[in-house]
């Protein structure tokens, strides 16, 4: 039998009920007025409250994930963006703490951002985590037997070529990136882009905040990564060596989520967002990706400076 504790880990949320994300925004006078609405997250749980006249957004971080010094560098990051006039939404101070708790939940508040999805096509650490999703997928009763063998093999070999290209670009200047900078945490608006969710920021190389930008062609891509340049180097200068490490950063990624589904499975949100993840169709076709992506750290880079 599961005992209590174990269920807590893999149940996290199981006790934030609507009544008490309301009683911890009435306990730090917020002052409620019954609107809550759950927003797309999964990983933490996140919900738009109504406070009279004004709406803001209670982010509840997920147990034992960050430790409380994690959380709080987060927000010392996101302000010295906000200082620097940078649109990024950044948490407010309340009573001097940016970072509250209620009953056995830790979670912060945030004004509410008006905008919508961006146009673009308008006028170190990172082996090792792939090395770990390897092993939670391996681990993983999800990962059909029949395919283990193979995954092993071709998840090895990948990695193995994501290193060599690290190598090969070295030495690469690490920085402090948003880290998951992809078009679901942008939102635009009269201003510009605004930043969200930076719960991934972390130090690494500056290409990483910019390839999950790009989609489409060949072409379009191209030429989406120079229009990107022209606004990126009016502020900081871009190393060419990094554009090796767009399809290594990629294969990382696709390793990464994987291994995330899997360790967060017992967690009854993704079972409901990923249920393919149960079928062996997926793996097979998770594999070819995988394979896919190992021809592709191989080819010459598509971007150029």
């Known amino acids: ?33 019954g609107r809550l609405f759950a927003l797309n997250s999964y990983e933490n749980r996140v919900y738009q409250l109504g406070a009279g ?47 509250l708790r209620y009953r056995d939940f830790r979670f912060t508040v945030f004004p509410w951002m008006r905008g919508r999805a961006p146009e673009l096509d308008a006028p170190e650490a990172l082996q090792r985590l792939g090395w770990e999703a390897r092993a939670q997928v391996l681990a993983s009763e999800l990962l059909p037997e029949a395919l283990r063998e193979r995954y092993s093999s071709v998840s090895g070999a990948l990695l193995e070529r994501v290193t060599a290209a690290f190598t090969a670009a070295a030495p690469v200047h690490d920085i402090r990136i948003h880290g998951d900078c992809h078009l679901g945490n942008l939102l635009w608006e009269e201003r510009g882009p605004q930043f969200v969710d930076l719960d991934d920021c972390a ?5 990483q905040d910019l390839w999950m930008m790009l989609s489409g062609s060949a072409d379009e891509q191209q030429r989406q990564w120079q229009e990107l340049l022209e606004g990126y180097q009016q502020f900081a200068d871009f ?24 360790s967060r499975w017992e967690d009854p949100a993704f079972p409901r967002a990923f249920p393919w993840a149960a079928e062996p169709r997926y793996w097979e076709g998770y594999l070819n990706d995988l394979l896919e992506q190992h021809a592709a750290i191989d080819e010459p880079p598509l971007l150029q400076g």
């Open 53 to 99: 006249e004004r709406q803001l957004v209670l982010k509840f971080y997920r147990p034992a994930r960050w430790s409380d010094a994690q959380i709080l560098e987060e927000h010392q990051f996101t302000a010295e963006l906000a200082a620097a006039e940078l649109l990024v939404a950044a948490p407010l101070v309340i009573a001097g703490q940016s970072l």
């Open 1 to 33: 039998m599961i005992n209590k504790r174990r269920a807590a880990e893999l149940r996290p949320f199981s006790g934030l009920t609507p009544a008490v994300v309301l009683d911890a925004a009435a306990a730090f006078g917020l002052e409620p007025d």
């Open 203 to 207: 130090m690494g190389p500056r290409v």
């Open 239 to 262: 190393d060419f060596r990094e554009v090796l490490l767009i399809e290594p950063l990629r294969a990382l990624r696709m390793l990464h989520h994987a291994g995330w589904v899997v």
